[in-house]
């Protein structure tokens, strides 16, 4: 059984930033892919940001390219997502979710097998 848990979520300005992180239970983290998702009220769940098992490739919506970032640490189990010129219309739930069957990394939500609870992020105008 793999878990996840999300940190880091927030109230935060219009342009300011804000980084996620998200632990993640069991001993082989090192062989699965791990994306971000986000889900604003009303709106179906979207792929944020991925990274591969060795984090050696990202990818990215269009949405968020160019202000966030994400990486992995495999000693700690951990991913991150660190967003910034963050704008009112990056507020919703994010999730954190591991893919561990895939062999190459996925930004359909269908793909992953393991999700987190989900951190709020709102940003204020």
């Known amino acids: 059984q793999v878990q996840l848990v999300e940190s880091g979520g927030g109230l935060v300005q219009a342009g300011g930033s804000l980084r996620l992180s998200c632990a993640v239970s069991?001993?082989?983290?090192?062989?699965?892919?791990m994306g971000w998702f986000r889900q604003a009220p009303g709106k179906e769940r979207e792929f944020v940001a991925g990274?591969?098992?060795?984090?050696?490739?990202?990818s990215y919506a269009d949405s968020v390219k160019g202000r966030a970032t994400i990486s992995r640490d495999n000693a700690k189990n951990t991913v991150y997502l660190l967003m910034s010129s963050l704008k009112p219309e990056d507020t919703a739930v994010y999730y954190c979710?591991?893919?561990?069957?895939?062999?190459?990394?996925?930004?359909?939500?269908?793909?992953?097998?393991?999700w987190g609870q989900g951190t709020q992020v709102t940003v204020s105008s």
């Open positions: 069991g001993r082989t983290f090192s062989s699965y892919h």
């Open positions: 979710a591991a893919d561990t069957t895939s062999l190459f990394l996925k930004s359909g939500y269908l793909s992953y097998d393991y």
């Open positions: 990274i591969n098992r060795s984090g050696g490739r990202t």
